[in-house]
């Protein structure tokens, strides 16, 4: 039977989105102080979400660049130029790195050197087809949702569309892909688990507003939030509702799974914690600007950006603000932990490294 909580927060009518995906609960040391280690500027605003791979830290920004510099020193190693903004993380599997645009092609580059391995585009011409966040790579597939309301997955290695799902509505948010099953949320607000393999449907669920937030999966339960100002827990085997939880104003924000708590973020500044038994309220805390940036959780503290631009790690079971930091516009993605140190991209232009 599934539980229904409230929590009181302003209402708001509208929501900004700019979806994001990371590993964002981790099991490493992180910085306990604001320790910039290094910044890499972009020269245009970043959108994208940093990635860590093979020593070298991958992001993408609003013109369609993406960056490649040592994880190390902050040094260019690469960049490749596409074709519109790239939004959320890329997705790397197999030193393969897999980035789309808002002109709706994905595009497919060799990690070490950024050489083209092949580019998909959509044969058929109907809304702009924008690939509005990040892609998803698993089983020798890349999967990645379209704004035209399609679900697409390619063989990894040539690029051939295997299946396509169409979920009649605009989609805007990451694929995420777990045991199988791809589960996806519409601007229609409902909620769609797919057969990764087949792309037919399994089961469908929904909510009372647009779902352009990736799904969450953590223990055998999906979580999912909504325009409509809920957070939704769904035990997978068996598709058993467990709880949903009213925020009070939209989520924008992937949640984070980490402790016995779940964490998201709100556009008007509020990062939540919920206990995972029951969807209650652990703790609220306003910050300063919209949260688009998804929490990461790691050594006790809650580390994520605002629309104002500061940057900041939360103790996770008190919620005080231990440490901030200021960069000059927007952080809209999430940030990534590797060996100690924390990169986020911000709309300044700067790639940063926190040590």
Same mark, same amino acid.
């Given at each position: 039977m599934s539980?229904?909580?409230?929590?009181?927060?302003? %209402? *708001?009518?509208i929501f900004l989105?700019?979806?994001c995906m990371a590993f964002a609960a981790v099991n490493e040391s992180a910085p306990g102080a604001a320790n910039l280690k290094w910044k890499y500027e972009a020269g245009f605003g970043i959108t994208g979400?940093?990635?860590?791979?093979?020593?070298?830290?991958?992001?993408?920004d609003g013109e369609g660049t993406l960056h490649v510099v040592n994880a190390v020193t902050g040094q260019l190693v690469w960049k490749h130029k596409g074709g519109t903004t790239i939004n959320g993380a890329p997705a790397i599997m197999d030193g393969v790195v897999y980035i789309?645009?808002?002109?709706?092609?994905?595009?497919?580059?060799?990690?070490?050197?950024?050489?083209v391995r092949w580019e998909y585009t959509s044969k058929t011409v109907n809304t702009p087809g924008a690939i509005w966040a990040s892609p998803a790579a698993a089983d020798g597939k890349v999967f990645f949702c379209s704004s035209?309301?399609?679900?697409? %997955? *390619?063989?990894?290695?040539?690029?051939a569309q295997i299946w396509s799902f169409d979920t009649g509505k605009e989609l805007r948010s990451t694929p995420h892909y777990s045991d199988g099953l791809l589960f996806v949320g519409d601007h229609g607000g409902m909620f769609h688990a797919i057969d990764a393999n087949t792309g037919k449907k399994a089961w469908g669920g929904g909510a009372g507003g647009s779902i352009d937030t990736p799904a969450t999966t953590a223990d055998g339960v999906v979580y999912f939030g909504s325009a409509d100002g809920t957070l939704q827990a769904v035990r997978i085997k068996g598709v058993v509702p467990l709880w949903k939880t009213v925020i009070g104003e939209s989520v924008s924000t992937a949640a984070t799974v980490s402790g016995g708590k779940v964490y998201l973020g709100t556009p008007t500044g509020y990062l939540v914690s919920l206990h995972v038994s029951d969807g209650s309220t652990a703790w609220t805390l306003p910050c300063q600007g919209g949260i688009h940036s998804r929490p990461l959780v790691a050594d006790g503290r809650v580390y994520f950006g605002s629309d104002q631009g500061v940057f900041f790690?939360?103790?996770?079971?008190t919620s005080k603000t231990e440490w901030t930091f200021a960069t000059g516009r927007e952080i809209l993605s999430a940030p990534a932990l590797h060996n100690g140190v924390i990169y986020f991209g911000s709309m300044d232009g700067f790639l940063y490294a926190i040590e």
């Open positions: 539980r229904t909580t409230k929590m009181l927060l302003p %209402a *708001l009518a989105l700019f979806p979400a940093p990635v860590v791979y093979d020593g070298k830290v991958f992001v993408g789309g645009g808002r002109d709706g092609s994905l595009s497919a580059l060799g990690a070490a050197n950024g050489d035209d309301g399609k679900v697409h %997955a *390619l063989n990894a290695k040539t690029g790690a939360v103790n996770a079971m």
